[in-house]
T-cell receptor
Framework: AQKITQTQPGMFVQEKEAVTLDCTYDTSDPSYGLFWYKQPSSGEMIFLIYQGSYDQQNATEGRYSLNFQKARKSANLVISASQLGDSAMYFCAMSSNDYKLSFGAGTTVTVRA | SQTIHQWPATLVQPVGSPLSLECTVEGTSNPNLYWYRQAAGRGLQLLFYSVGIGQISSEVPQNLSASRPQDRQFILSSKKLLLSDSGFYLC??????????????FGPGTRLTVT
């Protein structure tokens, strides 16, 4: 069984600073994918970034980067130069040999001006 | 480009009444389709997923059911709603874009309140 753990229920970050959101996972599958999603107050889930378990380099998408440490089973999301619009809930998720995603409990990020 | 629609956006229903939530996807064919429920401030719970017309997999036993009458249409139903069915319902679609890369794209959601 897969399990995603996000231990930070809420975080505050100053505008223009970077923030790291923690995510650890547990799986016995040798191949898997890791995802991060953003959920603003409107409720829609927005796909941010993907990391494959066999990818040699950490994924980056604009201001988002994924710090993938396979041996530690962690896939932390780094948001650089935070903006007020980054205030939202962020979910880490994982897929393996099927079509499903397992989601963590989420971390709420509040960006302060 | 692909788009996903859900309706209604909000719904208030009495206990014991039926439910029908609809989701449609445009701009892709043979997508995998998903229904999730989210309680306030919580994570997502996968309810159903479908890899083709008429193929439904249930993840959680409950009084809800799902159907896929057309390739890009996914319907969530209940014959009699319970208070515990209140929540935010999200539909999503995915297709294979790389090795094990089934990234999912979500609709705007339906906020259901059972009174």
């Amino acid at each position: 069984a897969q399990k995603i753990t996000q231990t930070q229920p809420g975080m505050f970050v100053q505008e223009k600073e970077a923030v790291t959101l923690d995510c650890t996972y547990d799986t016995s599958d040798p191949s898997y994918g890791l995802f991060w999603y953003k959920q603003p107050s409107s409720g829609e889930m927005i796909f941010l970034i993907y990391q494959g378990s066999y990818d040699q380099q950490n994924a980056t998408e604009g201001r988002y980067s994924l710090n993938f440490q396979k041996a530690r089973k962690s896939a932390n999301l780094v948001i650089s130069a935070s903006q007020l619009g980054d205030s939202a809930m962020y979910f880490c998720a994982m897929s393996s040999n099927d079509y499903k995603l397992s989601f963590g409990a989420g971390t709420t990020v509040t960006v302060r001006a | 480009s692909q788009t996903i629609h859900q309706w209604p956006a909000t719904l208030v229903q009495p206990v014991g009444s039926p439910l029908s939530l609809e989701c449609t996807v445009e701009g892709t064919s043979n997508p995998n389709l998903y229904w999730y429920r989210q309680a306030a401030g919580r994570g997502l719970q996968l309810l159903f997923y479908s890899v083709g017309i008429g193929q439904i997999s249930s993840e959680v036993p409950q009084n809800l059911s799902a159907s896929r009458p057309q390739d890009r249409q996914f319907i969530l139903s209940s014959k009699k709603l319970l208070l515990s069915d209140s929540g935010f319902y999200l539909c999503a679609w995915s297709s294979l874009t790389g090795f094990l890369r089934y990234e999912q794209y979500f609709g705007p959601g339906t906020r259901l309140t059972v009174t």
